[in-house]
């Protein structure tokens, strides 16, 4: 596609053979573009550098796309293709990222944007929500976890407007120091008293079971295979052979993006065996998510335990854990990431590294 030089006629009458030269072009899109640029020799360099970025397929469309204009094509491009969880955090990020900024046109995101935004998200009372001892309640500061994950998700948008043409450049990125606090994983004897105290688990109700019967299920599940709560919670009956011991992971299930079959221990079996219903899934869940976490929660508080440090309770992702300390010293690596549903191996060997500093047995490999 050419471009070409020219002399606006207004200008060449007022200043003559002074008039500075302009570039036109036509851009990927079909809209006619225009620039002044100065001299002669300067406009045929710009009109061949722009003919040279259309030639390649790397132009960037300088037009006045705004944030809003963009945040149209991201939702119907991007997000409405993510999973519902990844979707929500996502867009989480970004409403973060727009209230705070208030961003009008794209190109007018920089660096120091995003300086600006860590720097005001650091001061805001959002954080964890507390509990005095005098009965009044408090909103902490934003961790820099919580930090981080809005700018990798900030990040993430704005590539993609860089890729579409529409940033011209990426902005930096400088990401917030956390502390590196060794991770928590929920021991043998703390396992036993969740488990015992599944007798007090008031949901599921809808199952011709106990809502006993079913959160043991999924804890000795999750101790027992590793898997992801998502996984688990996705995993349907058509997908487990209880005769056989082996259960399917679907590949729009798992976050590896691959069918993954695994055997199950016979304690696992003979748990599921328990779970007989007419629902398609394993783990049937009527209720809102977050209503899975506290009623986990719940339990533990009926159990009297709670992880060392700062938490208040144990998380689904601390049975994942305790399941990597347990075997990382029995199976390759290879065997664990297959098992854990990992994409990349750098993700198994933390897994490997943390059970070093958590089981002393892990340490000698």
């Keep these: 596609m050419k471009a070409w030089i020219f002399q606006d006629h207004r200008q060449k009458q007022k200043l003559g053979d002074k008039a500075p030269w302009s570039v036109g072009w036509t851009d990927p899109d079909g809209k006619r573009r225009s620039k002044s640029i100065g001299s002669r020799s300067m406009a045929q360099?710009?009109?061949?550098?722009?003919?040279?970025k259309i030639a390649a397929g790397c132009y960037e469309n300088e037009s006045r796309k705004t944030w809003s204009d963009f945040m149209v094509e991201f939702e119907s491009r991007v997000l409405a293709i993510m999973e519902p969880r990844t979707r929500e955090s996502t867009q989480d990020g970004l409403n973060h990222f727009e209230r705070v900024i208030r961003p009008t046109r794209l190109r007018s995101i920089t660096s120091t944007t995003i300086a600006d935004y860590i720097a005001v998200r650091r001061l805001e009372k959002r954080g964890r929500k507390v509990i005095h001892s005098d009965g009044k309640s408090e909103r902490l500061p934003v961790s820099p976890a919580t930090i981080n994950k809005e700018?990798?998700?900030?990040?993430?948008?704005?590539?993609?407007?860089?890729?579409w043409g529409y940033l011209p450049k990426m902005p930096v990125f400088e990401f917030l120091r956390v502390p590196a606090k060794l991770p928590t994983y929920v021991t043998p004897e703390h396992f036993q008293a969740i488990y015992t105290a599944c007798e007090s688990a008031r949901w599921p109700q809808g199952p011709p079971y106990a809502a006993a019967d079913w959160w043991r299920g999924l804890i000795v599940a999750a101790y027992m295979?590793?898997?992801?709560?998502?996984?688990?919670?996705?995993?349907?009956?058509?997908?487990?052979d209880l005769q056989t011991?082996?259960?399917?992971?679907?590949?729009?299930?798992?976050k590896g993006r691959r069918d993954q079959q695994t055997p199950l221990h016979p304690l696992v079996i003979e748990h599921l065996q328990r779970l007989q219903c007419f629902s398609p899934l394993v783990f049937p869940w009527a209720?809102?998510?977050?209503?899975?976490?506290?009623?986990?929660?719940?339990?533990?508080?009926?159990?009297?335990?709670?992880?060392?440090?700062?938490?208040?309770?144990?998380?689904?992702?601390?049975?994942?854990?305790a399941f990597a300390t347990m075997n990382a010293d029995r199976m390759t690596a290879d065997a664990l990431q297959a098992l854990m549903q990992h994409r990349d191996y750098q993700t198994t060997q933390r897994y490997i590294n943390m059970a070093r500093q958590l089981n002393p047995a892990v340490a000698n490999l």
């Design 225 to 240: 295979t590793g898997w992801r709560i998502s996984s688990l919670l996705a995993l349907r009956r058509e997908d487990v």
């Design 287 to 321: 209720r809102d998510r977050r209503r899975l976490f506290e009623e986990f929660k719940r339990i533990q508080s009926t159990a009297g335990i709670k992880p060392p440090g700062e938490k208040s309770s144990y998380g689904f992702h601390d049975l994942r854990r």
């Design 151 to 163: 700018l990798r998700t900030i990040r993430a948008a704005l590539r993609k407007a860089e890729r």
């Design 45 to 52: 360099k710009f009109a061949r550098r722009v003919e040279g």
């Design 245 to 254: 011991g082996i259960a399917l992971s679907r590949a729009q299930d798992n």
